[in-house]
């Protein structure tokens, strides 16, 4: 089922689970992510960030490509497919490309072009049935571009930005795109629970879920937390069981050297890499 992320992540609030965020970045990706979905009976988000999305040519032809997959391959599950970290212009492309949920960043704007921005684009989404998450505070790491310093969000500006109707916020909380470093100083709960007493049922959202400690994660989802995006994590899975293909020489026997063949073992490590954070967030059996 194609559909916007609003009831799924409302569940997901009421029922103390997380639905996953899995960025596509081209056909095995999307394949793996829906196949997984539907082997384990769970909602799914599909992300695709303005990269990813200029890559795969253009929001037309991933929203077409997805459409054409979940019917092919009998989709039954709840699939929302979503910007991820999108600018004020990619919104709109996404709108217009048939997206059924966007997401806003204005995280690095002045607090109140974010709010202007956010207002309008909340107006709009919903007027056509789009699911909008929103942005305070900043995600470390690089992201299309964008480096955040992973700094704490304003639990009072989450508040205000909540207030506008958005159908879930992502409020950076110390966590990080791609691969955490050593001396990484963990989430801070102390903030994330300041900002769901605030917002109170509105779907928290934890970016950067690549190399969080499993018992974080589910401390998360009690204090909130109902959408959890991943990306890192099947970019490394991928690439660790290409590699491990070609080194021991199989793509040197017969046809191995087949896209179809050379890319296998690395989108079944996808599906397998998506059920297992789909076990871990809770979302199993509950579409």
């Known amino acids: 089922m194609f559909v916007n992320a609003a009831e799924m992540l409302q569940k997901a609030k009421e029922g103390h689970y997380a639905v996953g965020q899995f960025n596509i970045n081209n056909l095995e990706w999307t394949k793996a992510a829906l196949l997984a979905a539907e082997e384990a009976k769970s909602p799914i988000i599909l992300g695709v960030s303005m990269g990813a999305g200029k890559y795969m040519t253009g929001y037309k032809t991933v929203a077409a490509m997805v459409k054409a997959m979940i019917e092919a391959l009998n989709i039954t599950v709840p699939v929302a497919l979503h910007l991820d970290h999108g600018d004020y212009d990619a919104c709109?492309?996404?709108?217009?490309?048939?997206?059924?949920?966007?997401?806003?960043?204005?995280?690095?704007?002045?607090?109140?072009?974010?709010?202007?921005?956010?207002?309008?684009?909340?107006?709009?989404?919903?007027?056509?049935?789009?699911?909008?998450?929103?942005?305070?505070?900043?995600?470390?790491?690089?992201?299309d571009g964008v480096v955040g310093m992973g700094?704490?969000?304003?639990?009072?500006?989450?508040?205000?930005?909540?207030?506008?109707?958005?159908?879930?916020l992502a409020a950076g909380i110390g966590n990080i795109h791609g691969v955490y470093p050593e001396n990484w100083a963990g989430l801070s709960f102390e903030t994330l629970d300041?900002?769901?007493?605030?917002?109170?049922?509105?779907?928290?959202?934890?970016?950067?879920?690549?190399?969080?400690?499993?018992?974080?994660?589910?401390?998360?989802?009690?204090?909130g937390v109902s959408k959890i995006n991943v990306n890192t994590d099947c970019q490394l899975v991928f690439a660790e069981a290409t590699r491990e293909y070609i080194e021991a020489g199989k793509d040197q026997k017969g046809k191995g050297f087949d896209p179809r063949k050379l890319l296998a073992p690395g989108t079944e490590a996808i599906k397998a890499k998506v059920i297992e954070k789909m076990e871990l967030f809770g979302s199993v059996g509950k579409a």
């Open 92 to 143: 709109y492309s996404c709108i217009e490309a048939g997206f059924t949920s966007i997401m806003f960043d204005g995280s690095h704007l002045p607090f109140e072009e974010n709010l202007a921005k956010t207002k309008e684009l909340v107006a709009v989404s919903h007027k056509l049935g789009l699911s909008i998450e929103a942005e305070v505070g900043s995600i470390g790491g690089e992201e």
């Open 194 to 223: 300041a900002i769901q007493q605030l917002t109170g049922a509105l779907p928290l959202v934890l970016h950067g879920g690549t190399g969080i400690p499993d018992e974080m994660i589910k401390k998360a989802i009690t204090l």
């Open 151 to 168: 700094e704490c969000a304003d639990p009072n500006e989450c508040k205000t930005i909540a207030d506008l109707g958005v159908d879930m």
